[in-house]
């Protein structure tokens, strides 16, 4: 039964995900691009960030045994998060440090969403060290950088 749960919110993500795509491009088409956040130039780190997220709808709809899809989804949400960032602010020599955030931290936060998930405290344990580590090396790379 939470199999079936499962794929209806995931149908309902998917059909949410669709109508709001198709109001962005309704509002594009009243408004062109005097509205920034509604241009391709802002939005195109979604490319990146919805495949992240598709990661994490295989790994809620598989059950506990794909706990792992959390590792690559999260590796590619939280790029696409920095790339969006980077787009916004204009800040791309961020890049310098921010890997960090990818991996190891982005590792960990996928390990520790998988032992959660799992029920594997090996693997949480895991997690909590990668991500010690990313934003350790994250915050020393600000300051140097």
């Known amino acids: ?24 491009f309704l509002a594009q088409q009243f408004f062109g691009d005097s509205i920034r956040v509604l241009s391709w130039s802002f939005l195109w780190p979604l490319f990146v960030v919805v495949p992240g997220l598709a990661f994490f709808a295989a790994m809620l709809s598989g059950g506990k045994s794909a706990g792992a899809f959390a590792i690559p989804g999260s590796i590619i949400t939280i790029t696409g998060a920095l790339l969006f960032y980077q787009n916004t602010t204009g800040h791309w020599q961020s890049w310098a440090y921010a ?25 949480e344990r895991d997690g909590r060290r990668l991500i010690a580590i990313g934003l350790t090396l994250f915050v020393i790379g600000a300051i140097f950088f």
Do not use: F, K, N
């Open 1 to 24: 039964m939470a199999d079936r749960r499962s794929t209806g919110a995931l149908s309902a993500l998917g059909g949410i995900a669709l109508v709001l795509l198709g109001v962005i």
């Open 99 to 123: 890997w960090a955030l990818i991996a190891p931290t982005g590792v960990g936060i996928g390990r520790l969403i998988q032992g959660r998930w799992s029920g594997s405290p090996w693997a």
